[in-house]
C-alpha cells in the first residue's frame, strides 16, 4: 500500500517549549536514534523488545499506561485460530494463525528473539466444548488429518474438574492463556529508561524537511529515522496529524461480559453449544480482581465470543440478562446463583477492510520513514515483528542517552 506523507511543518525546537509533560530545555543537539515507537500496547512492546535485541536504538512513547485500551482489555489467548473454522472448513484467517501457539512456546522455552521463560502461563491448555456430542460435520473434521497436533478429543471428561457433572463433548487445544500485564512488563524491561510517558502530539512531535521526526522530550531532543505508529485507538489521529492519506482505521467492537460467580471453577474455552455461525457462542477465560496488598482477589469469568460480538447494539442492562441466560444454558452444571455481572465494551483498531470485515493477519505498512502496525490480535504479535523487521533499515545510531523524562508504567486490567 502507498502512503502519502506530507513534512509537518517544523516549528523552532530550538527554544524552550511548553509540554503537558512540563518544560522543556532545548540547548543540546539532538539524539540520533533509530526508532520511535508510539503505541505501547502488545504491538508497541513486542516491537520495542525485538527491536532493542536485533541492535536498535529505540524509544516508546505512551500516553496514559502500558496496555491501556487494548491489550489489557483482551483475554489473554494465545490461540491457533481454530475459532474462525467453525464451519467445518479452514479457512485464511485460521490458518494465517496456526503457527502461533508453537512460536510463542518456543518464546517461552527461550527458542526465538523474544525470551519469555521468565513468564507463567495462566492456563496451559484451552477447550471447547458442547452439551452434546451431536457437532455434525465438526466431529470428523476436528478428527481429520489437517488438524492433527491442533486439537483432540478429551476421552475422560471427568478427570477434568472444570468439567465435572458436564454431559457433553470437550476438546483440547494447542492454545494457551497469557498474563498480558506480566507480559507487558517484562517486554519493558529490556530498557525501562527508553520506555516513556508522553502524549504524542504537534507540540511534541515534528517531521524535519529530511523526513526524520524529532520528538520532544522535557529535558532533551529526539531525532529518529523511523517513526512506528502502533497507537490502536489514537492510529486515526496521528495518521491526521501526519497527514498520512492511504491508511484508514476500522473500529470493530465488542461488548464483553464480566462475571463474578459464587463458585470457584476457572474455565478457559469455546462453547460451541448450539453453535450455528463461525463465531464461538461464549469464549471464556477466568482471572482475579487485583486486592491492595496484592494478593490473589476475587475470580472473575470474562467472556466474549458471538455474545460479546452481537452484544454491541445491547443496552447494558439487556447484555447482563443476556448473558445470565446464556451462561445458564451453556454452562449448567455451574451454579450461577447470585453472580454479579457487568459490561465492558471495547473498540478494537485495525486497518480498513472492506465491509469492516475482521483482517486475517498482522499489518505494517511503510512509506517513507514511518510504518503504520496494527497486530489484528494479540497471538500475531510475533508475526508483527516479523514484517516490521522486513521494513527496517539495519540499525545505524548508538541512541545512548539518559533522560529524566517520566517512564512509562503498566496499565491494570479494566477488571
Known sequence: MQVAVSPLHCQSLSQTATMSNGPATTDQAPIQIDAAIIGGGIAGTWLYHLLHKRGYSVVLLEGTALGTDQTLASQGMIHGGLKYALSGVTT???????????RWRACLAQQDDIDLSALQVVADRYYMFANNSALGKLTSF???????????????????PQFKGFDGVVYALNDFVIDTRALLAHLVSIKPEHALSLQVDETNLSQ??????????????????????????????????????????????????????????????????????????????????????????????????????????????????????????????????????????????EPRQAAGRRPDEAYAAREGNFIQCFPTKLTLAPDLGDRVLKLLPPPRHPGRFHSNHPRAAVGSPPW
Open 142 to 160: 476436528f478428527a481429520s488429518r489437517a488438524l492433527r497436533g491442533r486439537i483432540e478429543k478429551v476421552r475422560d471428561i471427568q478427570a477434568l
Open 208 to 349: 524535519l524537511e529530511n523526513g526524520e521526526y524529532r520528538i520532544q522530550l522535557q529535558d532533551l531532543q529526539l531525532q529518529c529515522g523511523t517513526l512506528i505508529s502502533c497507537a490502536g485507538n489514537g492510529s486515526g489521529a496521528l495518521l491526521r496529524q501526519l497527514r498520512v492519506a492511504n491508511i484508514e482505521v476500522q473500529q470493530r467492537p465488542l461488548n464483553q461480559i464480566i462475571v463474578r460467580p459464587r463458585h470457584q471453577v476457572e474455565l478457559y474455552a469455546h462453547c460451541l453449544t448450539g453453535v450455528t455461525t463461525g463465531e464461538p457462542r461464549l469464549t471464556i477465560t477466568s482471572h482475579h480482581s487485583d486486592t491492595a496488598d496484592g494478593s490473589q482477589g476475587r475470580l472473575l469469568w470474562y467472556v466474549g465470543g458471538l455474545l460479546a460480538s452481537d452484544g454491541v447494539h445491547l443496552s447494558d442492562a439487556e447484555q447482563i440478562a443476556k448473558a445470565a441466560r446464556e451462561l445458564q444454558t451453556c454452562v449448567p452444571w455451574l451454579d450461577w446463583q447470585g453472580a454479579e455481572y457487568e459490561v465492558l465494551r471495547v473498540n478494537r483498531a
Open 92 to 102: 485464511r484467517a485460521s490458518e494465517a494463525i496456526a503457527s502461533m501457539p508453537a
